[in-house]
């Protein structure tokens, strides 16, 4: 079975600079696809980036960039220039394949101060 | 356009009681799903339609049936409610698998079993 870990409960950033998110995941499969999805308060979820495995280079996506290591099986999320409208959960998610069952990590907190 | 809307938006049930969340999506997606979130475990996949008429399992599936009789309306229920089942409900839509299109939420459904 997949699963996705984010080891940081909860984190919080000074608006305009920079935080980065941690997910790890265990899998032995090498086709699959990778997600950060943001929680507002308002409780809906919404897709930050994804990235497929089989491309080396990291997904960008305005501010959000990840550094993605396939060998570490490793997946964070760099915000560039915070703002206050990212504080949210953020979830790190993987999916095999076009397998629908996608997996979600636990979630960090993150809150940006003014 | 409304997205996808779930209803209710809150409920409180007795144990031994039933219910039904309905979901639905204005945008003609062809895929559908039910999820759970609890606390320090991200989100979990109940069950997920890939078309009117079909319905698969999750992750979670045990003491909840679907039903996809209509390509806008993705119905999950609780046929006895259980203390466990007390989490918040989220349904997504995405037109076609989700390694090739983003899931959207709608804004959940808090069910507490009493």
């Known amino acids: 079975a997949q699963t996705v870990t984010q080891s940081q409960p909860e984190m919080s950033v000074q608006e305009a600079e920079t935080v980065t998110l941690s997910c790890t995941y265990d899998t032995s499969e090498s086709n699959y696809y990778l997600f950060w999805y943001k929680q507002p308060p308002s409780r809906q979820m919404i897709l930050v980036i994804r990235q497929e495995a089989y491309k080396q280079q990291n997904a960008t996506e305005n501010r959000f960039s990840v550094n993605f290591q396939k060998a570490a099986k490793s997946f964070s999320l760099k915000i560039s220039d915070s703002q206050l409208g990212d504080t949210a959960m953020y979830f790190c998610a993987f999916m095999k394949g076009n397998n629908n069952d996608m997996r979600f990590g636990a979630g960090t907190r993150l809150t940006v101060k003014p | 356009n409304a997205g996808v809307t779930q209803t209710p938006k809150f409920r409180v049930l007795k144990t031994g009681q039933s219910m039904t969340l309905l979901c639905a999506q204005d945008?003609?997606?062809?895929?559908m799903y039910w999820y759970r979130q609890d606390p320090g475990m991200g989100l979990r996949l109940i069950h997920y339609s890939v078309g009117e008429g079909t319905t698969a399992k999750g992750e979670v599936p045990d003491g909840y049936n679907v039903s996809r009789l209509k390509k806008q309306n993705f119905l999950l229920g609780l046929e006895s409610a259980a203390p466990s089942q007390t989490s918040v409900y989220f349904c997504a839509s995405s037109y076609w698998d989700q390694s090739n299109s983003p899931l959207h939420f709608g804004n959940g459904t808090r069910l507490t079993v009493t």
């Open positions: 945008m003609n997606h062809e895929y």
